[in-house]
């Protein structure tokens, strides 16, 4: 059964930093494209980041791009989004997803994890 697991989410102030972790498990994904996708209330899921687990490439999206940095761990099965000089608009639930192929949109992947909750106060 595959699994894709996030944490590391909470309450920050402006400025400030959290790193999210999803650990994977459930099947091989070495040739996946690991993405974090989030959404907040009332709005559409947005793409954040992504990275291939072969080739470690990695691609963002503009709003995130200098401040987020996606990166992987191949012996953990780990796939992390270190964010740094977090804004209010950062609020959102995170969610850490899976494609068999390079991809930017939500119905591309399919996996999911269950989210977790980032908050920015201003």
């Known amino acids: 059964q595959v699994q894709l697991v996030e944490s590391g989410g909470g309450l920050v102030q402006a400025g400030g930093s959290l790193k999210l972790s999803c650990a994977a498990s459930?099947?091989?994904?070495?040739?996946?494209?690991m993405g974090w996708f989030r959404q907040a209330p009332g709005k559409e899921r947005e793409f954040v980041a992504h990275?291939?687990?072969?080739?470690?490439?990695?691609y963002y999206a503009n709003s995130v791009k200098g401040r987020f940095t996606i990166s992987k761990d191949n012996a953990q099965n780990t796939v992390y989004l270190q964010m740094n000089s977090l804004k209010p608009e950062d609020t959102a639930v995170y969610y850490c997803?899976?494609?068999?192929?390079?991809?930017?949109?939500?119905?591309?992947?399919?996996?999911w994890g269950q989210g977790t909750q980032v908050t920015v106060s201003s």
């Open positions: 997803a899976a494609a068999p192929l390079l991809a930017l949109t939500p119905p591309q992947y399919d996996y």
């Open positions: 459930g099947r091989t994904f070495s040739r996946y494209t």
């Open positions: 990275i291939t687990w072969s080739s470690g490439n990695t």
